[in-house]
């Protein structure tokens, strides 16, 4: 769970192996076993890597899905901020349906259901595009 979550937080600011390396004073090797699961940090970078992407140290470590640090600005839009960071991991931003008013009361239930949506839709891309194209549709 850390690998993969330290990955999508990385990827949604644009930064690479080697400005997470720089920032945490370690090799860019180092930097990438930390996303392989070959190495875990230590707490004191957990600590700093949750500070520096404003994420608690448990959502880093998988033991809750809520990103948001008690007391953060986001924390009554905590499911706002979940679905909002599904839509970029997705990456279907610019999609235009995120509409606050209709999503802001979701069920971590509803949430679950949106994420295995999401993971279905990229599961038949994925099936589509190792198929070879036929020329009609069936």
């Known amino acids: 769970m850390f690998p993969n979550r330290l990955k999508m937080l990385r990827l949604q600011k644009k930064l690479t192996h080697q400005d997470m390396a720089d920032f945490l ?12 699961g070959q190495s875990q940090p230590d707490i004191d970078t957990i600590n700093k890597l949750a500070e520096f992407f404003n994420v608690t140290t ?13 007391g953060s600005d986001n924390e009554e839009l905590g499911t ?17 349906f995120f509409d606050i008013e209709k999503w802001k009361h979701l069920t971590e239930d509803e949430i679950r259901e949106i994420i295995q949506h999401f993971e279905w839709v990229a599961y038949k891309a994925a099936q589509k595009n190792k198929s070879p194209r036929k020329d009609t549709e069936e």
């Open 25 to 36: 004073g370690i090799t860019r090797q180092g930097y990438s076993k930390y996303e392989n």
């Open 58 to 70: 448990d959502y880093l470590l998988g033991r809750t899905d809520d990103p948001n640090p008690p």
């Open 80 to 96: 706002l901020a979940r679905i909002n960071q599904l839509i970029k991991e997705y990456g279907i931003e610019q999609m235009g």
